[in-house]
């Protein structure tokens, strides 16, 4: 069985895209095959990963797939091999998407859950890099996933972001009765936690902990922003400064979804 898990917090700038490309990595790294969607127009994931070239060609992309039923299947052929796992790129026709799902296609909300039925691989994870805002884009992220991994920064606008995601939960739960059976956040990633936090940080570090949920912690290390530039996730990338920490956080993190989900390498 595949489980499915969208990256999502509407606020940018929180690490988000960082977290769905290391996670895609640690799992690789535990034997998983993983698919990973950037389902954000702005494409951050797929520069990410080495793929900004695609993002600016003219090609079938996410965006047929979702607005056009008869393309459905096409899911297949946009997929792209990485060195660590299959990535479906975004595409600049995609700034177009958040409209089109609101005014011009049926039932589409669900776009992206219908679209995932047809994939041909059998992957053990899916990861969902969602855009940072409330949209229909993020609705069928969440709606295919029915699980959410929320990434802050230990900062008190985490507090409302965190309020947000659970509002916007509670909505497609009670519109798509039925349809799905619970939204369930798996965890929080607190981003660019310093090796010596200051007392705003210790503080939200401890309202975090507070959580009903399970909350993980990543250090601040520039080999993740380097990684990035060179479109691997940090298992694949080496780097004369301190890496060894921040593999071990996203580690910590597959592990534990892997366990939770019950998934075997």
């Not at 969607?37 to 797939?65: C, M, W």
């Amino acid at each position: 069985m595949t489980e499915v898990i969208a990256i999502s917090n509407q606020a940018g700038g929180v690490g988000k895209t960082t977290t769905a490309i290391n996670l895609s990595g640690a799992l690789n790294e535990l034997g998983h095959e993983v698919l990973l969607i950037d389902a954000d127009p702005q494409g951050t994931a797929t520069e990410g990963v080495g793929f900004r070239d695609l993002y600016n060609k003219k090609i079938p992309s996410l965006h047929q797939v979702m607005v056009d039923p008869s393309r459905t299947d096409e899911i297949n052929d946009i997929i792209q091999e990485h060195p660590e796992f299959d990535v479906i790129p975004s595409n600049k026709a995609m700034d177009a998407l958040k409209d089109m799902l609101l005014t011009q296609v049926a039932n589409s909300e669900m776009r992206l859950k219908i679209a995932l039925n047809e994939l041909d691989k059998d992957y053990s994870f899916i990861i969902i890099d969602c855009p940072p805002d409330l949209s229909q884009i993020l609705d069928n992220a969440l709606l295919a996933a029915e699980n959410v991994l929320i990434p802050v920064e230990p900062t008190r606008r985490s507090i409302r972001a965190i309020e947000k995601m659970n509002e916007e939960i509670d909505y497609l739960e009670s519109s798509f009765p039925g349809q799905i059976d619970q939204i369930q956040i798996q965890g929080i990633v607190v981003n660019s936690v310093e090796g010596n936090p200051n007392n705003d940080t210790k503080e939200m570090l401890e309202f975090f902990s507070d959580a009903p949920y399970p909350v993980f912690e990543v250090p601040d290390r520039v080999a993740i922003r380097r990684a990035w530039n060179n479109g691997v996730s940090i298992f694949q990338h080496e780097d004369p400064a301190k890496i060894d920490d921040a593999r071990d956080a996203y580690l910590r993190i597959a592990e534990q979804l892997a366990a939770e989900m019950e998934v075997t390498a």
